[in-house]
Every structure is written in C-alpha cells, then in structure tokens.
C-alpha cells in the first residue's frame, strides 16, 4: 500500500563533540541499512544562530519535514508511526 503523504526528509539538528548526536546518527545509519528511510540531512545546531535560540543544548533533534519526531535520544518507535502509511 502507498503512502498518502511522500516524506522528503529527515534533519537530524546536533553540533560536534556530542556523544548523544553520534549515537543518534549511528542508529539511523543503522536503519537505513535495515528499511528504507527519507533522506538524511545533518545540521550543525552552532551554525546557525537561530537554531542556538530554538534548540540551545537541547540536542540532538530529528525532525521529520520539520515535525520533531525525538529530542535527546531516537524515539524509533515515533518515527515508524509517522513513516507509517495511512
């Protein structure tokens, strides 16, 4: 069955030096060794000064076309329902 909604991506928000957004990272490169996931976009929270006021420490995030799906470590089960096809 096809999905209704086409997901164009997923933005993972963190900054170097940060063992949760690496373990993050890790795991949804493992993922997408397992099933088929939207393309993955890595962002430096410290780039970009409006992120630094949005997110602050509060990283890593993962976002899906820009709906937060988990903060701090990976909610896959989140992530499944709202990949799931409706």
Do not use: F, K, N
Not at 35 to 57: F, K, T
């Amino acid at each position: 069955m096809e999905s209704s909604r086409h997901w164009s991506g997923l933005t993972l928000i963190g900054r170097e030096e940060c063992g949760l957004c690496d373990e993050m990272h890790a795991q949804l490169e493992q993922l997408r060794g397992r099933q088929s996931l939207p393309p993955l976009r890595v962002v430096d929270v410290d780039a970009d000064p409006e992120l630094v006021r949005r997110y602050g420490l509060h990283v890593p995030i993962l976002l899906l076309d820009g709906i937060e799906v988990s903060r701090h470590r990976l909610d896959e089960a989140e992530l499944w329902r709202l990949l799931r096809p409706r």
